[in-house]
Every structure is written in structure tokens, then in C-alpha cells.
């Protein structure tokens, strides 16, 4: 509790000293400044820790004491790699890149993942070397009082870090801050084999830094897997989706909405565009001034720059709002998570074509000519003049 309020003190304290305006993140700048400034401060951190351990490293020739040396010497390359990223990412947009570099902080998170990598494999192998053929090592109670130091001062760069993420939103920061968090316990692991060694003579140094490094290794693949997926265009968060829905349903005109899309290229730079269905009766001049309010609400509460196509339906026609209904509880009887949209209805001497769009899950494996053929089948049992004319589409939230 006491330490907590520590962390949150100083937490404020840096940034009322560092980060000009520091009160209002919703600003770009604001932002990147958080960014550029956290990061150093943790590389100046790491750079302390890094000479200190290979220094200890080196007197007690203890292996897994430099596994974790190497392991914040990588944390060096990840800040510096955060850093640039933040730096670059807050660039303006040009002709080559239209949306910004937003990016460029997922890019950044892809090279830590890589220099995480390269480090932890390179410690595995040094690791194996001296269960080979084991060393000596020396028990110094200045080694021990080194690392304990480095486990305290990791804690607060944890804590330090996921303030500053959760402020700002970042993820690249809340990865440094968890990256942290492990560290401190391997580096406690190394402080646990020398005690060992101290009190049975038992070497497990090397055993403890080949799973350190194995630790480090598994970090890397985490990291590298979730920028990557971001980087690949993983769904958007559930419930922020759900808020906007309810946001622009709330305002009255706005009958419903589909082919909701949203575009992430990096913090601060997210384009929407989505169907919002409105009444076709409304007058026009109405319903676009209407429109755009939405989509600069959406912007101000969201910081997504968003485009809204209107749908209009006739609210009036109540054969096609019958027959929308019957369409639709076909739908859902044969999966509950399926919905339609853009229903209309085109009338002919010989038979009445109902035009419509079927949305499923995105990871909906379902043939869609079967699903097709089995919707139009029982529609058809309700009037065999009834043809559907059906276009599949798969959900992109």
C-alpha cells in the first residue's frame, strides 16, 4: 500500500517535471513527449544495471548474474528502438504516407521482440556451455546487495511504465512495464542460485540461467506475436466497438448500423467508416447535417476520424418491415449470431425479388452457397414468388 503510493507520487512528480502540459494526454504531442520521456528513463536505468551486473558478473564468474546483465542490456535496445519509435510515429503525414507514421511504434516493438531474441538465444547457448562443463563460481555478498538493488529498481520501472501506458494508452509502454516485472523476478532467481551455492556448495548457476534465458527467449516470441498481430490488423476492442454503436444509435434518425470497419495505423491515428440506416423520409440537408455531427463526436470522444454512409429505409412500408422481420428470423434460426441488412424489396409480374445482406462472425467457416441455398429454401416455402437475391458478408469487428 505504502509503496504504492510511493510509485504514484513520483510517477507525478517526473512528469510534472518532465513532460511539458503534461495534464493533457489527449494532445499528440502530449503523448509522444510521455513516450520519448519514459523511455529514456529507462535506458539510463538499464545502463546503469547493465554495468553494475557484468562488473559482479565478472568477479564471481557467475554465468546466470551475466544472463541477466545481457538481458538488460537487450532492455537497452528495446528502449532505444521505443524511443525512436515514439519519435517517429508523431511525424506528419506526407505524400508517401498519408495516415501518418503511427506505425512506426509497432515497428519499434517488432525490434525489441528481435533484440530480446537475439540476447536470450545467446544466453541459452552460454548457459548450456557451462552445464557442459561447469565453473566456479565466487559468492559476494556485493554481488548480492547489486542485484537486490536491481530487483528494487526494476519494480519501479514496472510500475513506473504501466502508469505511463495506462495515461497514455500505450502498449509499447505497457510491454516495457511487464518486460520490467519479469526481469525482477529472474534477476531474484539469480539471487536464489549464489545463496544455494553459499549454503551447499550446489551449483545450479548455469541451470538457473539457462531457464532465465529460456524465460527471456519466451518474452521475446509474446512480444513479437502480439505486434505482429496488431501489425496484421487484429479485431478492435469489443467494448470500445460496442460503446460507438451505442453512441450513434443514440441519436434520434439513426434506425441501426452495419459494415462498422476500423483501420489502426498507430496510436492517435485510427480511421472508421461504417452503414447507418436512416429514415428515408427525413429530408436530406437534415440527415447529413446529422451525420456529420456524429462523425465529429466521434472524433472528439474517440479520436477516430470516421465516414458514415447512409442507408435509407422506408420506415413507411410496412410490407417490407414485415417480411425484413420474416427474413431475418430465418436467419437466426439457423445461427443465432447471423443478421441482415440492407433489405429491400423489388417487385415483378412474376415474382418478387427480397435483396438483402447476411452478416456472419468473421471466423464463420459456413459454405456460403449452402447457407444461401437453405435461407432461400425456406423463404420459398413461405411463398414460392418470394426470390432472394443474397450477398454474404463477414464481420470486420
Known amino acids: 500500500m505504502i509503496f504504492g503510493i510511493i510509485i504514484v507520487i513520483m510517477f507525478e512528480l517526473l ?9 493533457n494526454i489527449e494532445d499528440e504531442k502530449v503523448r509522444e513527449r510521455y513516450g520519448t520521456f519514459f523511455s529514456v528513463f529507462s535506458i539510463f536505468c538499464n545502463i546503469l544495471m547493465v554495468i553494475f551486473k557484468l562488473i559482479v558478473s565478472f568477479l564471481s564468474n557467475s554465468v546466470s548474474i551475466r544472463a541477466d546483465a545481457l538481458n538488460n542490456l537487450s532492455d537497452v535496445g528495446s528502449n532505444l528502438a521505443s524511443y525512436f519509435g515514439f519519435a517517429l510515429s508523431g511525424k506528419h503525414p506526407d505524400s508517401d504516407h498519408p495516415y501518418g507514421h503511427g ?3 509497432y515497428v519499434s516493438g517488432m525490434i525489441v521482440s528481435f533484440l530480446i531474441l537475439l540476447a536470450g538465444f545467446s544466453s541459452v547457448r552460454e548457459s548450456v556451455e557451462k552445464i557442459l562443463k561447469p565453473q566456479a563460481i565466487s559468492f559476494s555478498y556485493i554481488g548480492i546487495f547489486v542485484l537486490l538493488c536491481s530487483v528494487g529498481l526494476k519494480l519501479f520501472m514496472a510500475y513506473i511504465n504501466r502508469k505511463a501506458g495506462e495515461r ?3 502498449e509499447t509502454l505497457k510491454a516495457a512495464a511487464a518486460d520490467s516485472f519479469n526481469d525482477s523476478f529472474m534477476t531474484l532467481s539469480t539471487v536464489f542460485s549464489l545463496i544455494i551455492y553459499r549454503l551447499t556448495d550446489v551449483n545450479i548457476d548455469a541451470y538457473v540461467g539457462l531457464v532465465v534465458s529460456l524465460l527471456v527467449v519466451k518474452a521475446g516470441i509474446e512480444i513479437f506475436r502480439n505486434v505482429l498481430d496488431t501489425i496484421l490488423g487484429k479485431a478492435p476492442d469489443k467494448e470500445e466497438i460496442k460503446a460507438i454503436e451505442k453512441d450513434i444509435c443514440a441519436h434520434e434518425g439513426i434506425l441501426g448500423i452495419h459494415d462498422l470497419i476500423l ?3 498507430g496510436p492517435s491515428h485510427r480511421f472508421m467508416s461504417l452503414h447507418a440506416e436512416v429514415d428515408a423520409s427525413r429530408p436530406i440537408m437534415e440527415t447529413h447535417d446529422l451525420i456529420d455531427n456524429i462523425e465529429l463526436e466521434i472524433l472528439n470522444r474517440y479520436k477516430i476520424l470516421t465516414t ?3 442507408d435509407p429505409v422506408d420506415t413507411k412500408d410496412e410490407e417490407t418491415a414485415s417480411l425484413k422481420q420474416i427474413v431475418k428470423q430465418i436467419v437466426t434460426s439457423i445461427n443465432k449470431d447471423y443478421n441482415i441488412h440492407d433489405f429491400r424489396v423489388v417487385k415483378g409480374p412474376s415474382h418478387c425479388n427480397l435483396v438483402f445482406d447476411v452478416l456472419l462472425p468473421s471466423d464463420d467457416r459456413i459454405s456460403h452457397e449452402l447457407l444461401k441455398k437453405e435461407i432461400s429454401d425456406k423463404v420459398s416455402e413461405i411463398d414460392s414468388s418470394y426470390r432472394c437475391v443474397i450477398q454474404i458478408d463477414h464481420s470486420f469487428v
Not at 512528469?15 to 495534464?23: G, P, R, S, V, Y
Request: proline residues 0%.
Open 263 to 265: 483501420h489502426d495505423y
Open 168 to 170: 497514455i494508452s500505450s
Open 103 to 105: 506505425r512506426m511504434e
Open 15 to 23: 512528469c510534472k517535471a518532465f513532460i511539458k502540459d503534461h495534464e
Open 308 to 310: 458514415i454512409h447512409m
